[in-house]
């Protein structure tokens, strides 16, 4: 006979929890944050990132929570971003409207009063909204994503035209934008200890209600099974007007708290694209879009993974990491959903059976080629020789040898051997051209420049000199020898006496290690040298 509480003995069950695994992959995403990123801010500036983490994981913690209870009772909210810019917007409306002589001259103080006023009727107005959802979803039957879908539309328009009409009667001109510049307003969310205060309580409230309550039980009894919660006798109807009021006030609170941080309300861009982060966190943090299953602590961790990768991603790509945040977001969401079904598919087909999977894995392997072409050289900025080129080729053909092998159905014995093997050939391919690839580049350039009649000498400090003085080389050769060049990282060029003309010169933009280049005797032009110069700012010109 199995000992039904043999479970809750078992030394590994915390291990195997689903909070654990991602407070690990939380360590993890910190760690290679603070290897990959050439300034090392995680170690060198802790409190400043450190703080800044916080206050950034408050504000979106605040408003996931929202989310995560919709989802475990079984719906979904589309509009937590409209939501927060239109409740920013109702609440600078309400200032505005309250104290016009102070927001229209621009003075600090505008008044407790009608601060508290304003926060109070912008929460009445996110209560109304959540009870509008539940309206058009309990007693107009229309789907949960319809109805939110609905507002998150409408509601950003619908705040534009309040703000140009309540600037348009309190300022006299119409304005796209409400400035709001009180700094005990501004506080609000300026301090780094209020927005994670207010998070935090929000957060252990919520978790009271969900684990020790009749209301948290019914809610996770709706979101596993509606028609079973209602023949029990369990009031579905007003357990989903808590579940979306309780989310869109979450969302308000949110939105008074941005307007305080960016002392502005811009419909425009206010709260775009949050509701996706929102549902993000929840579904990292364990939250099943089938209902029913998920927990507050979760979505907590859930919260401060998507920020911490958010944050990773713009210390080590730097230069447009906006591009790469909303790419990188969705891979991290479609990776945890994965992996936490990865337990529905034992004794079933695998993710990559058949012919669907097989083009699943062609997929798979052509976008984590492009991505690694992208990034990958930023990434691995000394680590790798390698160009974006070959790590993106390098990157696709080793993943998708690896999903060839998870779809073979090898077992026992036979898949453990084949996997160390698969392992060592990937690692060796890339030593491989990690080591050989640059040695094959730098012999071809050197072919290439002594065929064309050039020398090469390397300085006592190891600057290295080519001297094509002399010689016949014209503007064709030279653009055919630009690229070797660059391989060599020549830091000084001798074309004097050549035939080389400002066309030909215009192919030497791009060698960045370039010091010094002698045209002397030569067909260059003035301003072919000025547009050199303007290129390679560094570079000293001999003419």
């Known amino acids: 006979m199995v000992d039904p509480s ?3 003995r078992d030394p590994l069950r915390f291990l195997r929890r689903h909070e654990t695994a991602l407070f690990l992959a939380l360590l993890l ?47 979904i909210d589309l509009s937590s971003g409209a939501v927060i810019c239109f409740s920013g917007t109702i609440c600078a409306s309400l200032l505005l409207l309250l104290a016009p002589d102070r927001m229209r001259g621009g003075e600090a103080l505008i008044g407790l009063p009608v601060i508290a006023v304003a926060i109070v009727g912008t929460l009445i107005i996110g209560f109304l909204i959540g009870s509008l959802h539940a309206w058009l979803i309990t007693v107009v039957r229309l789907p949960p994503f319809i109805a939110t879908l609905a507002t998150l539309v409408g509601l950003r328009s619908f705040a534009w035209a309040i703000c140009g009409n309540v600037t348009r009667v309190s300022l ?27 998070f935090v309580l929000l957060a252990i409230g919520s978790w009271v209600m969900l684990s020790r309550t009749v209301l948290g039980r019914h809610l996770y ?14 009031r579905t109807d007003r357990l989903k007007w808590f579940a979306y009021c309780f989310s869109a006030v979450l969302s308000s609170i949110t ?21 996706l982060n929102a549902i993000a966190a929840s579904v990292v943090g364990g939250c099943s879009l089938q209902g029913g299953v998920g927990s507050i602590e979760g979505t ?34 479609v990776l945890a959903v994965a992996l936490s079904e990865t337990a529905r598919f034992r004794g079933r087909k695998g993710f990559f059976d058949g012919a669907l999977g097989l083009v699943a894995a062609v997929n798979l392997s052509l976008f984590a080629g492009v991505m690694a ?125 050549t035939s080389v ?19 002397s005797q030569t067909r260059v032009t003035r301003a072919g040298t000025r547009g050199l110069g303007r290129a390679l700012p560094d570079v000293d010109i001999t003419q």
């Open 300 to 333: 907590v961790l859930g919260t401060i993974f998507l920020r911490a990768v958010i944050a990773g991603v713009a210390s080590v790509i730097k230069v447009q990491s906006k591009v790469y945040e909303g790419l990188i977001v969705g891979v991290v969401v």
């Open 373 to 497: 072409a992208l990034v990958g050289p930023t990434l691995g900025d000394g680590w790798t020789t390698l160009n974006g080129t070959v790590l993106g080729i390098w990157t696709a053909g080793s993943l998708f040898a690896i999903l060839l092998f998870v779809r073979s159905g090898l077992l026992g014995m036979r898949r453990r051997i084949g996997a160390v093997i698969l392992g060592l050939a990937v690692i060796a391919t890339y030593f491989s051209l990690d080591r050989g690839l640059p040695a094959y580049q730098l012999h071809a350039a050197t072919s290439a420049v002594t065929n064309a009649g050039g020398k090469i000498s390397t300085a006592d400090n190891g600057e290295l000199r080519v001297d094509f003085s002399g010689t016949g080389l014209d503007d064709a050769a030279l653009k055919r020898l630009a690229d070797s060049l660059s391989s060599l990282h020549v830091t000084d060029l001798s074309l004097a006496g």
């Open 255 to 275: 939105g008074i708290l941005y307007i305080c941080e960016v002392s502005v309300a811009d419909p425009q861009s206010l709260g775009m694209g949050y509701e």
């Open 6 to 8: 043999a479970g809750d």
């Open 29 to 75: 995403v910190v760690g290679l944050t603070t290897l990959f990123d050439s300034q090392h801010n995680y170690w060198n500036s802790p409190w400043t990132n450190g703080t800044l983490l916080l206050r950034q994981t408050s504000l979106l913690g605040i408003f996931a929570l929202g989310s995560a209870v919709v989802i475990i009772a079984g719906g």
């Open 172 to 198: 006299g001109a119409s304005s796209s934008q409400i400035q709001v510049f009180d700094p005990r307003f501004r506080y609000l969310a300026t301090s780094i200890w209020i927005p994670a205060v207010i």
């Open 221 to 234: 009894a709706l979101g596993g099974n509606e028609d079973a919660a209602r023949l029990s006798g369990v």
């Open 501 to 519: 003309s400002d066309d030909g010169l215009d192919a030497l933009s791009n060698l960045t290690s370039l010091k010094r280049i002698d045209v």
